[in-house]
């Protein structure tokens, strides 16, 4: 079975460009959150799609947004991109089993702004 | 709103002695306390789960403990080697129209040979 999967895995942009990060979750897997990891620092959570609709989101700017596809995959677009964007962006799909769920992250995708 | 609170952040221990690393959440409703290892270069794993009405569950060297009553579940490492050393998360995950999981600030682990 594949596992949840990100591009690209490392991303260069410079101040006020904007970003696309894609991720595939693992098949049969509806839901997909998106964190921030941040160098040395823990995981934020951004987004939260499932069934193709927004669930919630986290404390970040309007600037970050995304969208989910009727396949469940996704995408994460960040608009004028600041320093400080710089991070690793996860990807998680979740699998129910038993009211329990499990997170399966994706390797992630380094962004730098410059 | 919910909120996940790790500690500490970092912990440094000798090879052989054990690791403990705390969290505490604050949404009642979570029923479901996974914890998740990341080593350095690599995406965060599940290593050992707990549901709210279980008090605590081992897995080898690995167990977790679970006071529902004061928000607190706890990770203890026993034994702990070179391996062990990465980065650990905390989660608590509850149901509010879909399954919503809250991570902890995370625990950077040192295990000195």
């Known amino acids: 079975e594949a596992g949840v999967t990100q591009s690209p895995t490392h991303l260069i942009k410079t101040r006020g460009q904007q970003a696309t990060l894609r991720c595939s979750p693992i098949?049969?897997?509806?839901?997909v959150y998106w964190y921030q990891q941040a160098l040395g620092l823990g995981l934020q959570f951004l987004l939260w799609?499932?069934?193709?609709?927004?669930?919630n989101r986290g404390n970040f700017p309007p600037r970050f947004s995304g969208r989910q596809f009727p396949n469940y995959s996704s995408e994460l677009n960040v608009n004028a991109l600041e320093l400080e964007d710089s991070a690793l962006y996860l990807c998680?799909?979740?699998?129910?089993?038993?009211?329990?769920?499990?997170?399966?992250f994706g390797q992630g995708t380094r962004l730098t702004v410059v | 709103g919910e909120n996940v609170e790790q500690h500490p952040s970092t912990l440094s221990v000798q090879e052989g002695d054990s690791a403990v690393i705390k969290c505490t959440y604050s949404?009642?409703?979570?029923?479901?306390f996974p914890w998740y290892k990341q080593e350095l270069g690599k995406r965060p794993q599940l290593i050992i789960d707990i549901r709210s009405n279980v008090g605590e569950k081992k897995d080898q060297r690995i167990a977790v403990t679970l006071n529902k009553t004061a928000k607190h579940f706890s990770l203890h490492i026993t034994e702990t080697q070179p391996e062990d050393s990465a980065v650990y998360f905390c989660a608590a995950t509850f149901y509010t129209g879909g399954f919503k999981t809250i991570f902890g600030a995370g625990t950077r682990l040192f295990v000195k040979a």
């Open positions: 998680a799909s979740l699998a129910r089993r038993d009211g329990d769920t499990e997170a399966f």
């Open positions: 799609y499932d069934e193709g609709e927004e669930r």
């Open positions: 949404d009642s409703a979570s029923n479901y």
């Open positions: 098949s049969g897997h509806t839901s």
